[in-house]
């Protein structure tokens, strides 16, 4: 069972996840940057990846068995 929990972050406050640091650095309108800290291990996937592997899949597909030249 996955753990769903909502927190509420001021700039600067830190919000631990096991031994994961994520710290509100900043907050402009809707943007918001996290810095994290984690062990060297921890994969971290950012949504800008999860939108540029998604994008490279949907042209992969989109381009199956054609020559790109």
């Not at 972050?9 to 402009?28: D, F, H, P, Q």
């Not at 060297?40 to 054609?66: V, W, Y």
């Amino acid at each position: 069972m996955k753990t769903k929990l909502t927190v509420d972050l001021k700039v600067n406050e830190t919000l631990m996840v096991g031994t994961t640091a994520i710290r509100l650095e900043k907050k402009s309108g809707q943007i918001a940057r996290l810095v994290v800290s984690a062990e060297p291990q921890t994969t971290i996937t950012t949504p800008n990846a999860a939108r540029m592997s998604a994008l490279q899949d949907n042209l992969e597909h989109k381009n199956h068995g054609q020559h790109l030249i």
